[in-house]
Nanobody, 124 residues
Framework: QVQLVESGGGLVQAGGSLRLSCAAS????????MGWFRQSPGSERQFVSA????????NYAASVKGRFTISRDNAKNTVYLQMNSLKPEDTAVYYC?????????????????WGQGTQVTVSS
């Protein structure tokens, strides 16, 4: 079991930036594909981005491609999500997720470890 703790959320104006962090408490962090998802009230949890175990391969939802960047530091057991050019529609609770797999899955059901989430609010 992996414990994941997100941080970095907050309130920002449209066009601004935020950097989310997710710290994992597991010795074998490099064995896990890491993902970011988001969920707004009344909506299903939505894929945002994923990064491979080495950090060399990434995947993004079309709605965030070119604005968000995922990265990881295996020495610090941490994955990041740099969010630029934020829009009001990016407002959601953002969740970090982990799975001991090489596949960059986009379905929430493929991940079996989740953080508690961090709120991101973008004002217009």
């Amino acid at each position: 079991q992996v414990q994941l703790v997100e941080s970095g959320g907050g309130l920002v104006q449209a066009g601004g930036s935020l950097r989310l962090s997710c710290a994992a408490s597991v010795r074998t962090f490099r064995r896990y594909t890491m993902g970011w998802f988001r969920q707004s009230p009344g909506s299903e949890r939505q894929f945002v981005s994923a990064v491979s175990r080495s950090g060399g391969t990434t995947n993004y939802a079309a709605s965030v491609k070119g604005r968000f960047t995922i990265s990881r530091d295996n020495a610090k057991n941490t994955v990041y999500l740099q969010m630029n050019s934020l829009k009001p529609e990016d407002t959601a609770v953002y969740y970090c997720a982990a799975v001991a797999s090489a596949v960059l899955a986009t379905r929430p059901a493929a991940y079996d470890n989740w953080g508690q989430g961090t709120q991101v609010t973008v004002s217009s």
